[in-house]
């Protein structure tokens, strides 16, 4: 059986989680069930980041300590990860002592063979990247990322000696031309590497409240090397080495752009560092805006996903992010293109297309859906649809995976548009175009099950089959002919009822 090991970021918990982190986490998940679906054995993890001086003034700032505010911080982000119908298998918190021994035998191996010395740093520091950066990165002596100041920051720290890593990176990139994908983000890591790399600051004195560096315990790690190891903690690094050689070679990091270096250039480094092999891929997307800008805690264009999901249903919300705005390039939210999209293809196409079967199927068959034909036009287009399916979600493209399986609903709705069912006597013309219908219905429930858990499901129940699409396995379920006929379809109200206008949740 494949293995499939997908990772999040781990979320930084300064703040509550906003809609450009459900963005991230609805990918993942739907490409997790996608896999499960095929049949593949997964782990899927995320969890939070919670070191740092990010985390330390936010606690002071809210009367807190520390511990006491990632403690309520992390429960909000697993509850916001509920509340979507996020099914990640493990949840990893920094603050964990697990997290903590494996921080420390990953940084101590490093150490231990010698690509980690002691020295002295001065230069730019953004508070908010939790990252040193050179004079030329600034944009106006600004943050490229937070366009605020960065400080100007002078202590004695560890270094890890990137600087050493250049060639070997270079090779790894080439020797694997899949690691870091799209393409466009490849070669921004590749440039990055060109351009020549400098060691780098990994320990702090100033602050305490991080994982203790196991050699010299004056010294916390800074908190990107803390969190980048997560990824081997989850997975039972140091502790469990069964469990990490299963895993690991499975791996695939899901990450926004903004943190592209550290894991398409220190990260693979670390893990070289350490003895262990660099991450099998690293699939790295663009951000969503609003209004042109990244949606950021430290602005005001936030939009939480629990508000958009009372108004619009988590599984519209779940389908708006994934057909809207494909992993790679930035996109751009708006309330107005949640609605649209809803309506033409959640109520229009979708739950139309079921509540005009159901309703013939009510009126010429006594309620009973027929079974589909042997063959023809719907069938080969189901096939098609299938395939494209597959090799959409396997290339981490919801975007054309929806589309293919909403085209098949399209072309079910032309189908029966021309036969007009109902218009007809009961009879043989009317069984087969609805047979057929059902059919579709059927299997369109089983390839947007991974988007839409929750509504697959209820499509699923209505037309009175067994079970879930969730408990399908991909292709054998897909296959056509598998609605058995005979079975009870319920009417119901409405699967998505048309929304009027866009949702006022600002």
């Known amino acids: 059986m494949p293995r499939f ?25 739907a490409i997790s069930r996608w896999h499960r679906l095929s049949g593949d054995e997964v782990l899927f993890v995320t969890g939070t980041d919670e ?13 807190m300590t520390p511990q006491e505010w990632t403690d309520r911080m992390s429960k909000q982000f697993v509850e916001a990860w509920e509340q979507l119908e996020i099914s990640n298998d493990r949840f990893v918190r920094t603050t964990d002592p697990r997290h903590h021994a494996a921080v420390a035998e990953l940084l101590g191996r490093i150490y231990a063979n010698g690509y980690i010395r002691l020295d002295s740093y001065r230069g730019p520091y953004c508070v908010g990247c939790e990252a040193y950066y050179t004079p030329e990165e600034l944009v106006n002596g600004n943050c490229p990322v937070h366009a605020i100041p960065a400080d100007e920051v002078e202590e004695e720290n560890y270094f890890f000696e990137l600087s050493r890593f250049g060639d070997r990176l270079l090779r790894w990139y080439k020797d694997n031309p899949n690691a870091v994908m799209p393409e466009s983000k490849r070669n921004e890591a ?10 780098i600051s990994i320990t702090r004195t100033s602050i305490d409240w991080g994982v203790k560096v196991p050699w010299d315990h004056s010294h916390v790690f800074y908190v990107w090397y803390d969190a980048l190891v997560n990824y081997a903690t989850a997975i039972g690094f140091g502790e469990d080495d069964t469990s990490f050689s299963t895993w690991w070679p499975a791996v695939h990091h899901l990450i926004g752009k903004d943190i592209l270096r550290f894991h398409c250039v220190w990260w693979p480094a670390m893990c070289m560092a350490a003895g262990i092999d660099p991450p099998g891929n690293i699939f790295v997307h663009g951000w969503l805006l609003v209004g042109g800008e990244k949606m950021a805690k430290s602005k005001l264009n936030q939009v939480r996903p629990a508000d958009l999901a009372q108004e619009i249903g988590v599984d519209a919300l779940r389908y708006h992010l994934l057909r809207d705005t494909p992993l790679g390039p930035d996109g751009d939210f708006t309330y107005e293109g949640v609605v649209t999209r809803y309506n033409a293809d959640l109520a229009n196409t979708l739950g139309n297309l079921f ?12 309620g009973l859906g027929p079974a589909p034909t042997a063959g023809g ?27 293919a399986a909403w085209k098949l609903l399209r072309e ?43 509504a697959c499901s209820e499509l699923w129940r209505r037309m009175g089959l067994q079970g879930t699409p969730l408990d399908a396995r991909f292709p054998r379920d897909t296959r056509w002919g598998g609605y058995p006929g005979g079975l009870t379809v319920e009417r119901g109200s409405p699967l998505f009822p048309r929304k009027q206008t866009a949702p006022d949740i600002r």
Request: proline fraction near 5%.
């Open 412 to 454: 079910t709705n032309a189908e029966l548009e021309a036969a007009e069912p109902w218009k007809k006597e009961p009879g043989t013309d009317v069984d087969g175009v609805l047979g057929d219908a059902l059919e579709v219905l059927r299997i369109v429930a089983i390839l947007a099950s991974p988007a839409m858990p929750v």
């Open 190 to 199: 590749i440039g990055f590497i060109r351009g020549g790399l400098k060691d």
């Open 51 to 63: 070191h740092g001086l990010k985390v330390a003034r936010a606690a002071e700032q809210n009367g």
């Open 355 to 366: 509540s005009r079967v159901a309703a013939v199927v009510a009126s010429k068959c006594g």
């Open 377 to 403: 036009r719907l069938a080969h287009e189901a096939e098609r649809a299938c395939e494209t399916c597959r090799s959409a979600w396997e290339r981490f493209a919801p975007h054309e995976a929806l589309e």
């Open 5 to 29: 090991y997908l990772t999040t970021p781990i979320y930084y918990v300064n703040d509550l989680p906003h809609l450009g982190h459900a963005y991230t986490m609805v990918n993942a998940d």
